[in-house]
């Protein structure tokens, strides 16, 4: 019987602006399903987290930020998502943004399988790391059929029969598992990329490559600009245009996402050391902004995470 006890509490994801978004939620079981989800974005919103991610991209247009990659998406389209990765999606407002997600535990699986087959299902997410596979129509087929019997055990999960709640998830838990080892199966096939680009888009890859690779440097607009042979105004409409954010919103949060990394892997690091490692000049500054973004101060995130 698979036991639902575990309990995650993501980040409280905020704007720059220190506007709190709606990303907050209570994680009570460790995976998790939203399936078919057509909210509109309120806009561009970078988040992290440290479970895995399964996106499936069903109906619409998005440009997706993921990492230091940019992804023009299609439906078909299958991401799969490494752990404290930086993510953004830019859906066309004038298209549905239809799309189902899964969020787990990657040590729910090692917790129920043995070492071996749980390092094998894993294998995808740990050495890929956040890389999309455009499925075929057939494996889109199978894939819709297995998230649609997944949300049916998945709805189940909260009724007040105890007996079928439990065995509904359990039902769910062997569909994932099910999944996961049709995902391993796409990822040993040559994996299916789209690898045309527009111009615009070329562009705006380069500036987030240069942006990976400098953003620990305290960086202007100029220097992006004459590094990549462009014009500053063209830069910040086309990068605005493309991933629905501005140039410095994702240096910002690219910093943000980097120091919350440091503070979970190394947290003896103090404030101010992570501070200056990860580009920021100014201690105030770094503390408003990570305050603003992840919704506590460093000092509070780093004795929570230590």
């Known amino acids: ?31 998790d399903l939203i399936y078919r989800d057509a909210k509109p974005m309120p806009g561009a919103q970078f988040h992290s987290h440290a479970f895995y991610e399964i996106y499936y991209f069903q109906e619409g247009e998005c ?8 992804m023009t998406l299609h439906p078909g389209d299958l991401i799969l998502m490494h752990g404290m990765t930086l993510h953004c999606p830019n859906p066309s407002p004038n298209q549905p943004y239809i799309r189902s997600i899964i969020h787990f ?3 729910y699986t090692h917790k129920i399988l043995q070492p071996e087959p749980a390092a094998v ?20 087929l199978e894939m819709e059929k297995l998230l649609r019997e997944m949300n049916d055990l998945y709805e189940q999960r ?22 996961l ?20 888009e070329q562009h705006v890859q380069s500036v987030i490559s240069f942006l990976e690779a400098h953003y620990e440097q305290d960086i202007t607009l100029d220097d992006i600009a004459n590094a990549l042979h462009l014009t500053k105004p063209y830069l910040s409409n086309l990068f605005k245009e493309v991933t629905g954010t501005t140039v410095f919103k994702y240096l910002y949060n690219r910093r943000i996402n980097q120091a919350k990394m440091l503070f ?29 973004t992840v919704g506590t101060s460093p000092e509070v995130y780093r004795k929570t995470i230590k």
């Not at 440009?63 to 940019?70: A, H, Q, R, S, V």
């Not at 956040?130 to 499925?135: D, F, G, T």
């Not at 979970?264 to 500054?285: K, Y």
Request: hydrophobic residues 35%.
């Open 1 to 31: 019987m698979v036991q639902s006890s575990h309990e995650h509490t993501p980040d409280k994801v905020h704007g720059l602006e220190g506007i709190a978004m709606p990303l907050t939620m209570q994680w009570t079981q460790p995976i």
């Open 63 to 70: 440009n997706y930020l993921i990492g230091d990659k940019l």
């Open 105 to 107: 535990d990657p040590a």
């Open 121 to 140: 299902l894993m294998k995808p997410f740990e050495e890929l790391r956040n890389i999309r596979i455009s499925l075929s129509e057939q494996d889109q």
């Open 158 to 179: 909260n009724e007040s029969n105890t007996a079928v709640s439990i065995t509904a998830y359990d039902r769910f838990t062997l569909r994932f598992f099910e999944l």
């Open 181 to 200: 080892h049709l995902i391993r199966g796409w990822c040993g096939e040559p994996i299916r990329e789209r690898e045309h680009r527009s111009n615009k």
């Open 264 to 292: 979970r892997l190394e947290p003896e690091r103090t404030v101010s050391d992570v501070c200056s490692v990860v580009g920021f000049q100014h201690l105030a500054h770094f503390s408003r902004l990570f305050k603003a």
